[in-house]
């Protein structure tokens, strides 16, 4: 099973601030990685896939780059909205798929 | 727009059986572009993938609940559902349903890919 690690656990940021988390792979997962954001009570919302490729109606703000196993979202300069848990998942050869512990990206 | 919604009991007891279902609506189960899976996420904790089925009937499931878990699809209903045997306080979670749209391998044909549609939720306690 591939284990994701994410980084940091919290990112205490403001408004207008660049915001960049990052997602490691135990293995090489070549480009087969999404990012999801979650916000209390909500089911997760598909953000990035195939690592930086933009889901339907997600902002040009938000975007996705890495390959084999080191992964970034980079949200450029947050928005009231964009503070919320964000997960990678990796989804490689074979199943099971998995799902990093999460990033929450927090008002200073 | 398609929409999935998770429904079952609330609360189960201890080692028996949790059954859920996720009725899907503006789209169908019955095709071959998608595969259905579950997700859960035990409160304030991450998300664990348990399965996914496909519109043929074919199943995959998490090695970690593989012994206790079955996933079915009935397309005369629109719906797929879940069961989990034997369950124990840790397998007390937020239950997601979602769909998993899919891309075609020259040299395996069609694959399951990310997941962009998903229920709400629905919390499940198991206590006595």
């Known amino acids: 099973e591939i284990v994701l690690t994410q980084s940091p656990a919290t990112l205490s940021l403001s408004p207008g601030e660049r915001a960049i988390l990052s997602c490691r792979a135990s293995?090489?997962?070549?480009?087969?990685l999404a990012w999801y954001q979650q916000k209390p009570g909500q089911a997760p919302r598909l953000l990035i896939y195939d690592a930086s490729k933009r889901a339907t109606g997600i902002p040009a703000r938000i975007s996705g780059s890495g390959s084999g196993t080191d992964f970034t979202l980079t949200i450029s300069s947050l928005e009231p909205e964009d503070f919320a848990v964000y997960y990678c998942q990796q989804r490689s050869n074979r199943p099971p798929w998995t799902f990093g512990q999460g990033t929450k990206v927090e008002i200073k | 727009q398609v929409q999935l919604q998770e429904s079952g009991p609330g609360l189960v007891k201890p080692s028996e059986t949790l059954s859920l279902t996720c009725t899907v609506s503006g789209g169908s189960v019955n095709s071959g572009s998608y595969y259905w899976s579950w997700i859960r996420q035990p409160p304030g904790k991450g998300l664990e993938w348990i399965g996914y089925v496909y519109y043929s009937g074919s199943t995959n499931y998490s090695p970690s609940l593989k012994s206790r878990v079955t996933i079915s699809v009935d397309t005369s209903k629109n719906q797929f559902s879940l069961k989990l045997t034997s369950v124990t306080a840790a397998d007390t979670a937020v239950y997601f349903c979602a769909r998993e749209f899919t891309y075609y391998d020259p040299m395996t044909g069609i694959q399951p890919y990310y997941f962009d549609y998903w229920g709400q939720g629905t919390l499940v306690t198991v206590s006595s």
């Open positions: 293995q090489s997962v070549s480009s087969y």
